[in-house]
């Protein structure tokens, strides 16, 4: 089987820098990702890992160690708008399929 | 249109009555995916549709749930006999057949059955 997990909920002040973490566990690992999603709003891609190592994309940053099956997403000089679920999901191999299995996300309050 | 649309945006129904909810991928976009997420959980599969290939249809939670979709374009999901269980927000993806495969999600219809 598969499992994601993240912490449930976050708090973070503005200005400041917040790492989430995921852990998975999964066979036919085949790339990781992280969504946005504001209450009431479509998920929005933010990034995407399938080597070990970090990305670095603005503000965001995502790491990846598959030998761990840990990620972390970091933000940096956190705004209020960052308030949000922010989701990890995995994809894996296997048949014609590229579905996403998803955490249950990790709410981030950014406080002034 | 710019982006995956859905329709409605909110439905409200009865109990043991059927709902279809459409989703309008992204043009060009051969992949489109259907989750549901019910409040406070993830993101749950349901099926997934790739060009003419026979679709994916693991994630259907019982035989009251089916897809269509035509061609590469408009899908419709749709719930028979509803239940309250049903009640979430029901989401469409889509992608590109190729590299990182990004969905693309709609904003999702919010099914409420009373």
């Known amino acids: 089987g598969q499992n994601i997990d993240q912490p449930t909920e976050m708090t973070a002040t503005e200005g400041a820098i917040v790492q989430i973490n995921c852990t998975y566990q999964t066979s036919g690992f085949n790339g990781l990702f992280w969504y946005q999603q504001h209450a009431g709003e479509a998920p929005t891609f933010l990034s995407y890992n399938v080597l070990d190592g970090l990305e670095e994309k603005g503000r965001f940053s995502s790491f990846l160690s598959r030998s761990k099956g840990y990620s972390y997403l970091l933000l940096k000089e956190l705004q209020m708008k960052d308030s949000a679920s922010y989701l990890c999901a995995v994809r894996r191999y296997g048949g014609a399929t590229n579905k996403l299995i998803f955490g249950t996300g990790t709410l981030l309050a950014v406080q002034p | 249109g710019a982006g995956v649309s859905q329709s409605p945006s909110n439905k409200v129904t009865e109990k043991g009555k059927d709902v279809e909810l459409r989703c309008d991928p992204i043009s060009g976009h051969t992949a489109l995916y259907w989750y549901r997420q019910r409040l406070g959980q993830g993101l749950e599969f349901l099926i997934y549709f790739q060009g003419n290939s026979a679709p994916d249809k693991s994630g259907l939670p019982s035989d009251r749930f089916s897809a269509e979709r035509t061609g590469e374009s408009v899908s419709t999901l749709t719930i028979q006999r509803t239940q309250q269980e049903d009640s979430a927000v029901y989401l469409c993806?889509?992608?590109?057949?190729?590299?990182?495969?990004?969905?693309?999600f709609g904003a999702g219809t919010r099914l409420s059955v009373l």
């Open positions: 993806a889509s992608s590109l057949q190729r590299e990182k495969n990004i969905q693309y």
